[in-house]
């Protein structure tokens, strides 16, 4: 079995590319900071594993995935080699994203990530806007919604 679930925070945007042929594939890829349980003096508080969606889901981390966000990750483990331009043998170990979701409030993302600021003072937003719900746009497709 080959089965991986991951949580951690977005250690960059996601870098997407499409794949040339008559229908491009959307390819993500991006990086989680994965927080080890155990740490020992001297070593890393975190893990950062290499993440890649194709498709539908790499178009939604795209649209929808930030910096800094924490998210969580459903996948399997993939490990390639190839030689490089000096002829050594590299290689790479990937999570193939199947599922991925938000793991925290659009709120706590935003405290998270304080570059981000909000588009207006709270002053200005309205009790539900501060509480981090927003009015429902009418015109939005379900395919739209990121949940």
């Known amino acids: 079995m080959n089965k991986v679930i991951l949580m951690g925070r977005l250690a960059r945007e996601p870098e997407v590319r499409y ?3 008559t229908e491009p594939l959307a390819i993500a890829r991006y ?7 155990f740490k020992r003096q001297g070593e890393p508080e975190a893990d950062f594993i290499n993440c890649v969606a194709f498709g539908k889901t790499g178009e939604f981390a795209e649209k929808y995935f930030k910096k800094g ?3 969580s990750v459903v996948g399997r483990l993939q490990v390639r080699s190839w030689e490089d331009n000096e002829g050594k043998k590299r290689w790479s ?9 938000f793991a925290e409030s659009k709120a ?3 405290q998270s990530r304080p570059a981000a600021a909000p588009n207006k003072p709270a002053k200005q937003m309205g009790l539900a806007e501060q509480e981090g719900f927003y009015p429902i746009d009418e015109s939005v497709e379900d ?3 990121p949940f």
């Open 19 to 21: 794949s040339q042929g």
């Open 31 to 37: 990086t989680l900071a994965v927080n080890r349980r």
């Open 69 to 71: 966000q924490m998210v």
């Open 93 to 101: 170990t990937d999570v193939i994203v199947e599922e991925q979701y």
């Open 108 to 110: 706590a993302a935003e």
């Open 143 to 145: 395919d739209d919604l």
